[in-house]
């Protein structure tokens, strides 16, 4: 199985909760095991918010060399600005997967900012001799975007895992963040057909931020087929992240992630999940 997302697991999918005037309004989550849930496009066509910073090659993919903190600030311009904007993270198994799936590669390639989430890909650059900044990974660009969106009076929708991680976290999040705006959130087990009636939903809960966590190569694929549809002013496929910081699962220690180990974590906590 390969490795499917910024924290390498493949997210499942939640209960729905849509807003209206006041507090959003619970949706009976869907029976669905889950599907391809994209509308397929021959490539994906947006207004592009460009990246400002310079891109290292690497697998055949552009990767932008930039801090976290300067992620932050052009994503901060993005909200500001007149068209929407997509971010996505790669892994090493990501560029792999993304030499042999065509849609991915396009989606991939029709990101506004394409960063390094797993260290192989900063260890990458450097054989290379053009070293990326640093390791910028999709759950802490959320976890810092969730904080902004509260400051910043932004709503944000959360799309992805399962029930009873995006419930969990949805609690957490407003918890910690009293003036973060949920404009809605629902699992991603949705046939494909559902796809449009999905992106309505997200439409319609006049959402600034989408965070997608289903998984690559759906998050991406969904995301640059739809993010102008849903209304949204920015996405970001997060992978497992609504799982880690729910609680149903635990990432690994820092150092791990500073010495580029989660796989190894992963591999030893969760081994079904790598294969």
């Keep these: 199985m390969r490795e ?14 849509l807003p209206d005037a006041g507090s959003p309004t619970p949706i009976p989550p869907p029976s669905h095991s889950p599907t391809l849930p994209v509308a397929h496009s021959a490539a994906p066509a947006f207004s592009h918010s460009p990246s400002p910073f310079p891109r290292v090659t690497v ?5 932008d060399n930039v801090s976290e903190d300067e992620t932050l600030s052009l994503i901060d311009e993005w909200l500001d600005g007149t068209a929407p904007a997509f971010m996505s993270v790669v892994n090493a198994a990501k560029l792999v997967s993304a030499r ?9 390639m ?3 900012l394409v960063t390094a989430d797993g260290m192989s890909v900063v260890w990458a650059s ?14 802490d660009i959320f976890e810092r975007l969730i904080g902004h ?3 910043r009076g932004a709503s944000v929708y959360l799309l992805g895992g399962r029930d009873q991680a995006v419930s969990g976290l949805v609690t957490r999040l407003t918890g910690e963040y009293p003036n973060l705006k949920v404009a809605g959130y629902r699992n991603g087990y949705f046939a494909s057909g559902e796809t449009a009636a999905v992106v ?5 809960s006049g959402a600034e931020l989408l965070f997608v966590a289903m998984g690559s190569p759906v998050q991406e694929i969904f995301i640059a087929s739809n993010l102008i549809a849903t209304g949204a002013r920015f996405a970001l496929g997060v992978g497992g992240a609504f799982d880690h910081l729910s609680g149903l699962s635990r990432r690994a220690p820092k150092w791990m992630q500073r010495a580029g180990l989660e796989w190894l974590y992963r591999l030893l906590s969760e081994p079904r999940r790598l294969w």
Excluded: H
């Excluded at 450097?126 to 759950?139: A, D, F, M, N």
């Excluded at 309505?200 to 319609?204: D, G, P, S």
């Design 4 to 17: 499917s997302n910024g924290t390498g697991f493949d997210s499942d999918n939640l209960g729905d909760r």
């Design 59 to 63: 697998v055949g993919m552009k990767v």
């Design 100 to 108: 042999r799936d065509d849609e991915l590669r396009r989606a991939l």
């Design 110 to 112: 029709s990101a506004d």
């Design 126 to 139: 450097r054989l290379l001799g053009s070293p990326l900044k640093e390791r910028v990974t999709g759950i």
């Design 149 to 151: 969106a509260a400051r």
């Design 200 to 204: 309505e939903q997200i439409r319609q």
